[in-house]
């Protein structure tokens, strides 16, 4: 976790929200520190992180493993909030992740909008069904075989696709902002462009009342992931964030000698 404890004194005791932040396959919660900008960009903004350790769940409730999705909805909310005075609120809590958390943000930020008020993808797996039709069969019943059985097949409940379509019927004001970023050379090994487009293409059609997507040269990498968490806070509070923040990268140095 992170507590924007940085801040003035009287402001430190009231953070203006809380951004649960979900890793990659293969990763873990503290990649997010060690690999962004995170803590200080939650500084900029009083934020608090919460940076779980989910393994390789897709954040879900696994075939064969833990049930993550539980303890990241019902679970972990009680536990910290007896622990720590949280934003409360729809409005004050977000989600975001990259590659499979990417997936993972949309999967519960989409499905639980009475939780969460905005939720961001960053390069995310987020056409699982397009990854279920890969050749290799032994690396698909390694990454999915835990997750969703031997069957190997997505549930209903588990794709963006048919979550995207029950989210657009909902009032606008009851619909998260969704962000997706890609980067337009990540296609190797995953297809994440294709599963960008893909999942696009179905937001777009069911007319999602509060949905962005951001586009450029990147691949699946830590740079990407760092500039996309700009763009989703900046989305999130409607705040002007990232441009100060690309005025601060585009900055000249002044040399003194």
Known sequence: MYFPSDQPADEASRPRAVLTL????????????????????????GLVLIA??????????????GAYRTFLIEELPVLLNSMFRLPKGRSRNFIAGLSMGGYGALYL??????????????????DLN???????????????????GETLALPRTSDLHEI??????LPPEKQPRILMTNGLQDIEPYQ?????????????????????????????E????????????????????????????????????
């Open 109 to 126: 930020g989409m499905s639980r909008p009475d939780i969460y008020g905005a939720c961001a993808s960053f390069s995310g797996a987020v």
């Open 192 to 220: 994440i462009v294709a599963q960008n487009d893909a999942l696009h293409q179905t937001m777009r059609r069911v007319r999602m009342a509060h949905y962005r997507r951001l586009q450029w040269n990147g691949v699946h």
């Open 22 to 45: 979900l890793h990659g396959y293969g990763g873990c919660g503290q990649d997010w520190f060690e690999q962004t900008s995170a803590a200080r960009y939650a500084g900029d903004n």
């Open 130 to 148: 397009m990854m279920l039709r890969s050749d290799d069969i032994t690396g698909l019943r390694e990454t999915f075989g835990p997750v969703f």
């Open 222 to 257: 830590w740079n990407f992931w760092d500039r996309s968490l700009v763009y989703a806070i900046d989305y999130f509070l409607n705040n002007g964030y990232a441009a100060q923040k690309l005025g601060d990268w585009r900055s000249a140095a002044v040399s003194n000698y």
């Open 164 to 169: 995207a379509k029950k989210v657009a019927v």
């Open 52 to 65: 779980p350790d989910c393994g390789n769940s897709f954040y879900h409730n696994m075939m064969y493993g």
